[in-house]
T-cell receptor, first 115, second 116 residues
Framework: AQKVTQAQTEISVVEKEDVTLDCVYETRDTTYYLFWYKQPPSGELVFLIRRNSFDEQNEISGRYSWNFQKSTSSFNFTITASQVVDSAVYFCALSEASGTYKYIFGTGTRLKVLA | GAVVSQHPSRVICKSGTSVKIECRSLDFQATTMFWYRQFPKQSLMLMATSNEGSKATYEQGVEKDKFLINHASLTLSTLTVTSAHPEDSSFYIC????????????FGSGTQLSVL
């Protein structure tokens, strides 16, 4: 069965600190996708990144970076120099790579960035 | 591109009434749509998967007679919460997939349902 674990329920940091959000997944599929989404208080899901299982290159996008470690089944997300606007709930998700692409979401990590 | 429009964004209704939520793909054909439910401070739980023109597939524990899903066209899916009760109050989010973009879902902005 597929499963996504985000062990950190809530994290508080002071503005400009770096913060890493952890994501560990379980799947028997050899081909799959991993995602990170941001959910601000308004509720909509903001897409951040998609990574397929064959691409283990780390990615950087501005202050955001992602570390995909297939050996440990982890897909961690780091925000560098955090800002108050980064305050939100962040979800990691896993989907199969064929068929209907049904997503399995983690429980989310609530990030509070304090000014 | 790939915008999913969900309406209404917020609805308040009396217990016993039915509420319909619409999910439209504005600029692409959505072969499959998904409906998620999210309780406060919790994760998104998949309720059902629907393909255009066929019956929805419900996840275990989701009452199909309570949550009616219709996917009548490649751009529209509706979720009707029948005889709503306060315990149905939740945030509902739809999403859609398209063969043109592998492995990615496009999400609506969600509907906050409050049943009094």
């Amino acid at each position: 069965a597929q499963k996504v674990t985000q062990a950190q329920t809530e994290i508080s940091v002071v503005e400009k600190e770096d913060v890493t959000l952890d994501c560990v997944y379980e799947t028997r599929d050899t081909t799959y996708y991993l995602f990170w989404y941001k959910q601000p208080p308004s509720g909509e899901l903001v897409f951040l990144i998609r990574r397929n299982s064959f691409d283990e290159q780390n990615e950087i996008s501005g202050r955001y970076s992602w570390n995909f470690q297939k050996s440990t089944s982890s897909f961690n997300f780091t925000i560098t120099a955090s800002q108050v606007v980064d305050s939100a709930v962040y979800f990691c998700a896993l989907s199969e790579a064929s068929g209907t692409y049904k997503y399995i979401f983690g429980t989310g990590t609530r990030l509070k960035v304090l000014a | 591109g790939a915008v999913v429009s969900q309406h209404p964004s917020r609805v308040i209704c009396k217990s016993g009434t039915s509420v319909k939520i619409e999910c439209r793909s504005l600029d692409f054909q959505a072969t499959t749509m998904f409906w998620y439910r999210q309780f406060p401070k919790q994760s998104l739980m998949l309720m059902a998967t629907s393909n255009e023109g066929s019956k929805a597939t419900y996840e275990q524990g989701v009452e199909k007679d309570k949550f009616l899903i219709n996917h009548a066209s490649l751009t529209l899916s509706t979720l009707t919460v029948t005889s709503a009760h306060p315990e149905d109050s939740s945030f509902y989010i739809c999403s859609a997939s398209t063969p043109g973009v592998l492995g990615k879902l496009f999400f609506g902005s969600g509907t906050q349902l409050s049943v009094l």
